[in-house]
């Protein structure tokens, strides 16, 4: 279990972090801008139909709030953490393939009546996949979107009080959706490196005064055609 203080430490934290995911929320916006704007009318990425790829990937989660209601004076938040997993992916066309991904978040519920309390993520999605034309044989730049499921993992419940009654909250499972940005550059004919910017919905990841979630993940990895 992880033991952080809460004070006034959190506001400062839950200011960081609306700045962080503006901020990266406005990368997407590039990302897809710069993707469009290098987009050819007759150069191929360097994607061949009916290819295989498989993908290992690290990055950072930014979390969000993790409840409707506050819990004894404070609202929990699942925090900023490293997330890690492998995609595999089947590409139809030079342009239109499907992915799917096994993630893991090493998160935290956080701004808590008590201690911190690890809050594990697992999540199954499926995703379309558009690669882009580019002039750049190399460079493979794509939009991506999804859904799937979440498995959340609470080391143990959130105690506390909503109006004055006393509360205990548990994870809860539910399903995701997900759009993002990214790029492929390949290395040679079978390895590539990837850059990935996603938004993630969740609809819930606690069983009682449950809010829907908004997050970021950007990750990096690398990856194998064949």
């Not at 539910?174 to 990935?196: E, H, I, P, Q, W």
Request: proline share 3%.
């Amino acid at each position: 279990m992880k033991t952080r203080n809460s004070g006034n430490t959190s506001s400062l934290t839950r200011r960081r972090n609306g700045h962080v995911t503006r901020a990266l929320r406005r990368a997407t916006g590039w990302v897809a801008c710069a993707v469009i704007a290098s987009a050819g009318p007759s150069l191929m990425a360097q994607v061949t139909p009916n290819s295989h790829e498989i993908h290992l990937y690290a990055g950072w989660l930014f979390g969000s709030e993790l409840t409707s209601e506050r819990i004894s004076n404070r609202t929990p938040e699942l925090d900023d953490d490293f997330a890690f997993g492998m995609r595999y992916g089947y590409n139809f066309t030079r342009q239109w393939g499907v992915e799917l991904s096994l993630g893991h978040n090493l998160n935290s519920a956080t701004n808590l009546p008590g201690s911190d309390v690890d809050f594990g993520l697992t999540t199954i999605e499926c995703n379309a996949i558009w690669h882009f034309t580019t002039s750049q044989p190399k460079w493979a730049p794509y939009l991506t979107f999804g859904a799937g499921y979440g498995w959340a993992d609470i080391d143990q419940p959130i105690r506390g009080t909503v109006r004055e009654q006393n509360v205990t909250i548990d994870g809860k499972d539910s399903f995701t959706a997900n759009a993002g940005a990214g790029v492929k550059y390949f290395l040679n004919d079978r390895t590539m490196l990837r850059f990935d910017v996603r938004y993630r919905y969740l609809d819930k990841l606690v069983d009682s005064f449950d809010d829907s979630l908004n997050t970021v993940e950007t990750t990096i990895g690398i990856g194998w055609r064949f």
